[in-house]
């Protein structure tokens, strides 16, 4: 490589021997880009860890913002979907209509209008239709056996939102259909007629069956189609009370029925009631409006028990997002408290006995914290919590830039404190003096994963006094930090020394107060480090600590 | 640590390591670089771009000669190699006759430091400057100095002729060195 008359002129052995002399100190940012390059798993965390901060940002701010559909009527809406779908593939309206459940009995003729009217008998294509909204179909002549027709409807009639004025006339005259309409709910009557496919029957033959006995009630008195229609209810209730409450009432009703009308309502098909039937129906309306009246308890047990919107009981989890502005300062620990005394980590400064603390002269700045937790109530006033909180604190150093490099060595303690080795690279910011005067910042980027506690001291549902506690493993994201040199005399910077996964303790105190969906909540916090900011290695402990004001807003979480 | 730990540190990927490692051997290692830059800010984008290559291939030293000669051949090539991106640089190599330097000439004999010496190096053209530096300072054959920039042998061997001239030229009117006359005396007083 070398040509072998190199070295024989002097001249070129001169500018060698010089230019080897000189040296230069990079600045900061070269060390960083390579050490950046060569750890590129840090990179992949940080953007991991960023990616789910946001993603979680995002969606709880979406939520505060737009807030999902209340679970009461999700509930609602997925149950009358899934019957919906076991019976009919169209729709199936969420809320449930008010409907009021009329009866009139004729000897003529009996009418039900619905929401959307039907006329039996007008065709089977149309009864078979599901998705005939708004077709008035009315009923004529309607002759319903009642087992089938319950056992259909058994499956359609829902609970009504308001209790059913069933009323009983007694007439022998016709009664117009349109003056004295039944009005059922809207799902019934198409139940009822796309029943007629689930019993195995078809749909014509479901209308004949109705029409035949509505036929037959015209020359009755007419409690056939009161206990038809009577029966509908029960069986209504029945459902609603997902078959549990109404066998009893149901059994009653067929019986009364029955007793009404002197026997099976199929019977009746085949024979005219007779006049002594008639009179013995009207000699028992008082034990029908007997049987209105268990209708009517019934019909509120079972509104009470299915319909209201459950009030007192209260959500369990929570979402909760804080911001805290911070004060930061640190401890420094670690110094030769006297002689003959072993300090374990003491650094090594001959000219400068004691404690780094007395070297220095460092002064608080402001950071913040931000994050979001999931709360979960264990019982009244204590609740559990976990979740992410990036963390921005700094401090503020005073000390002397200088042009001149020098050297800055940093011992290397073992995990005994014995000083085993030393880092050695070149500052130019003094501790005791220098050109000029400069405040530099130390910089520390946390992201951590609280997990504790708040527990309701005061208060009542509305304004609360709280108090809390948490701890928060903790991984530091990034630093622009300045350490202290063995002898005090510097500050240099030695990323690798510093401590990646640390340990943090928070207490905190805050009030809240209740607007609307949301609860705001506001008080003083108080975080520590635990461990060092440094490795075991480096003989100074630093533990960072933030006097913090937190405010936030918990919202329930579906 | 000694350099043995560092080296055994820094094939564990060892972050402390690693920056024992860069800051034992990065001031001499970029005042390498500032010889061969336009200018500071190249110089340690070429130190860092250097380095990273010095950790990722730290696998293949085989302790068979000084570490800080492996890396500083790679600091080199690394040198060279974002010079030739330049398309200036690759017409400087072909000039024979470089434009005289303007140097002003200093009032007071300095005593030769050696900032002042790599800074008059840099006054040079940079195709003078690369190849003087290649030869002079760091060791390389003509031979390799044409292979490592594309050009003919003859061509580095005329270019680092007129570099030396240009430089020892420049040294004597900053009063850096003496005058031929004075030369010998002047040698032996400076050591």
Redesign the interface.
């Known amino acids: 490589?070398?040509?072998s008359n190199?070295y024989s002129d002097?001249?070129?052995q001169?500018?060698?021997e010089?230019?080897?002399?000189?040296?230069?100190?990079?600045?900061e940012?070269?060390?960083k880009?390579?050490?950046n390059?060569?750890?590129t798993k840090r990179k992949w965390f940080i953007g991991t860890m960023a990616f789910l901060v946001g993603g979680i940002l995002f969606f709880a701010g979406r939520e505060l913002i737009n807030p999902s559909v209340h679970p009461v009527l999700a509930t609602k809406a997925l149950a009358a979907s899934d019957s919906g779908a076991a019976l009919s593939k169209t729709p199936v309206p969420a809320v449930i209509r008010r409907s009021a459940l009329t009866a009139y009995h004729s000897t003529n003729n009996a009418t039900a209008i619905t929401g959307r009217d039907i006329s039996a008998g007008t065709g089977n294509e149309e009864a078979q239709d599901q998705s005939y909204k708004g077709i008035t179909i009315t009923l004529s002549h309607l002759v319903i056996s009642q087992p089938d027709l319950s056992e259909f409807l058994s499956h359609a009639v829902r609970l009504p939102d308001e209790a059913p004025a069933l009323t009983v006339i007694a007439s022998k005259g016709n009664i117009s259909a349109d003056a004295v309409p039944a009005k059922v709910s809207e799902d019934a009557l198409a139940h009822n007629i796309h029943g007629a496919g689930e019993t195995g029957q078809k749909p014509g033959e479901t209308e004949r069956t109705v029409a035949a006995e509505l036929a037959d009630a015209d020359a009755s008195d007419g409690l056939n189609a009161r206990s038809v229609l009577e029966s509908l209810s029960e069986k209504g209730v029945q459902e609603a009370r997902n078959s549990r409450l109404g066998h009893n009432l149901l059994a009653r009703t067929r019986s009364a029925s029955s007793t009404v009308s002197g026997g099976k309502v199929s019977d009746l098909s085949e024979s005219r009631v007779s006049d002594s039937a008639a009179i013995s129906a009207n000699a028992s309306a008082t034990s029908i409006a007997e049987a209105s009246d268990r209708e009517r308890l019934t019909w509120l047990h079972d509104y009470a028990m299915y319909t209201l919107p459950s009030t007192a009981r209260q959500p369990r989890t929570y979402l909760q997002l804080t911001l805290s502005p911070t004060i930061n300062y640190r401890t420094l620990s670690g110094g030769d408290d006297g002689p003959g005394k072993f300090v374990p980590q003491a650094p090594v400064s001959p000219l400068h006995p004691g404690d780094a603390q007395r070297y220095v002269d460092h002064s608080p700045a402001i950071g913040f914290q931000v994050g979001g937790s999931v709360l979960y109530r264990v019982t009244r006033n204590l609740s559990i919590k976990g979740g992410l909180q990036f963390n921005f604190s700094q401090y503020k150093i005073r000390a002397y830039a200088s042009n001149s490099p020098q050297q800055a060595t940093i011992a290397l303690s073992s995990y005994y404190g014995y000083i085993i080795?030393s880092?050695?690279?070149?500052t130019r910011v003094g501790n005791f003096g220098g050109r000029t005067q400069q405040t530099y910042s130390n910089d520390y980027y946390q992201l951590s994963a609280p997990v504790g506690f708040e527990l309701r001291v005061l208060g009542n549902e509305r304004l609360q006094f709280n108090i809390g506690a948490t701890i928060q493993p903790s991984y530091l994201l990034n630093t622009n930090s300045y350490m202290l040199t063995s002898d005090y005399t510097g500050y240099t910077k030695?990323?690798?020394?510093f401590r990646r996964w640390n340990f943090s303790g928070g207490l905190e105190a805050f009030l809240t107060y209740k607007v609307g969906g949301v609860r705001l909540q506001a008080g003083p916090e108080f975080r520590y480090q635990l461990l060092s900011t440094y490795t075991t290695?480096y003989p100074i402990n630093e533990n960072l600590k933030g006097y913090g004001f937190k405010i936030g807003i918990v919202k329930e979480l579906p | 640590?000694t350099e043995e730990a560092i080296l055994q540190g820094c094939l564990k990927?060892?972050?402390?390591a690693?920056?024992?490692l860069?800051?034992?051997y990065?001031?001499?290692m970029?005042?390498v670089c500032?010889?061969f830059a336009h200018n500071?800010e190249d110089?340690?984008d070429m130190?860092?771009e250097g380095?990273?290559k010095v950790?990722?291939q730290i696998h293949t030293f085989q302790n068979k000669g000084a570490f800080e000669g492996w890396i500083r051949r790679i600091i080199v090539h690394t040198c060279i190699n974002n010079l030739k991106k330049n398309k200036r640089f690759n017409e400087s190599l072909d000039i024979v006759h470089a434009h005289g330097v303007q140097v002003r000439e200093e009032s007071v004999p300095s005593i030769?430091?050696?900032?002042q010496?790599?800074e008059c190096?840099r006054l040079l053209p940079i195709g003078y400057r690369t190849v003087?530096n290649l030869y002079?300072?760091e060791?390389?054959?003509?031979k390799?100095i044409a292979d490592m920039l594309d050009i003919e042998e003859s061509t580095s061997r005329s270019q680092y002729t007129r570099a030396?001239q240009m430089?020892?030229d420049i040294l004597i009117r900053k009063k850096i060195l003496p005058k031929p006359r004075e030369k010998s005396e002047w040698?032996v007083a400076?050591r």
Do not use: C
């Open positions: 490589m070398k040509e190199f002097e001249f070129e001169l500018i060698r010089k230019t080897e002399q000189y040296k230069m100190y990079p600045s940012k070269v060390w880009g390579v050490h390059s060569l750890h080795d880092l050695t690279s070149y030695e990323p690798s020394l290695q | 640590m990927n060892e972050a402390a690693q920056r024992e860069y800051n034992r990065s001031p001499k970029l005042a500032y010889r500071r110089a340690e130190l860092q380095f990273i950790f990722s030769v430091q050696a900032k010496v790599v190096i003087l002079a300072i060791g390389y054959s003509h390799e030396k430089l020892e040698l400076i």
